[in-house]
């Protein structure tokens, strides 16, 4: 499947090629992803309605979020996250808590490593939280507030020593969905995310 320019642009806000304050041109993002202008145009557009783009006079630049707006992003994913552990808990198949247990366990191994590498691993293992919630409503929920997250200047797994600390508390919440705990999961994924603001 061919990704349309909107996703295009979209994935490269998240990987971080361009950044909060970035003027994104259309005939430059064009020319990159060798679509025509037009869907560039459309795309641009749609991101802005989205505040994930801004205007600065007349150029159009990767939004930035303010304090205010971050506590309530911040406000909005810890609860919608501690809802998908919860979900998860009640809902996950046993192939679905082995990937978990085994996405902690293989993430022991980048400790030390590459901020980026961990950050990845991180939303690869909220990612497969979400999907285990087995609720489609919840999961889109959370790809809206995971790609405000691109928004932020870094992530949290920068912070020194806060990845392995982040590691353990993955540990706790995998072993409470392991435990069909929905209260402990619903907290300790909650916790996670207030440590990380």
């Not at 808990?89 to 808590?97: I, K, L, N, Q, Y």
């Not at 959370?142 to 920068?158: P, W, Y």
């Amino acid at each position: 499947m061919q990704k349309d320019a909107y996703t295009l642009i979209l994935e490269a806000i998240d990987a971080g090629l361009y950044k909060p304050g970035d003027r994104l041109v259309e005939s430059e993002l064009a020319e990159r992803f060798g679509v025509s202008r037009t869907p560039v145009r459309e795309a641009l557009q749609r991101l802005e309605t989205q505040s994930m783009l801004t205007r600065d006079g007349r150029s159009l630049i990767v939004a930035s979020l303010d304090h205010n707006q971050l506590a309530e992003l911040y406000a909005v994913r810890t609860e919608l996250e501690g809802l998908a552990a919860r979900l998860a808990a009640r809902h996950a198949t046993e192939e679905e808590m082995r990937v978990l247990r085994s996405m902690v366990d293989e993430d022991k191994a980048l400790l030390g490593g590459d901020p980026r590498t961990l950050s990845r691993a991180n939303k690869r293992f909220h990612k497969q939280i979400h999907l285990a919630s087995h609720n489609r409503f919840l999961v889109q929920q959370l790809d809206l507030v995971h790609r405000s997250m691109a928004l932020m200047a870094t992530t949290s797994f920068a912070a020194e020593g806060r990845d392995a600390i982040g590691l353990a508390e993955h540990d706790a919440i995998v072993a409470a969905i392991e435990t069909r705990d929905g209260e402990a999961a619903y907290q300790a994924l909650r916790g996670h995310i207030s440590k990380a603001f």
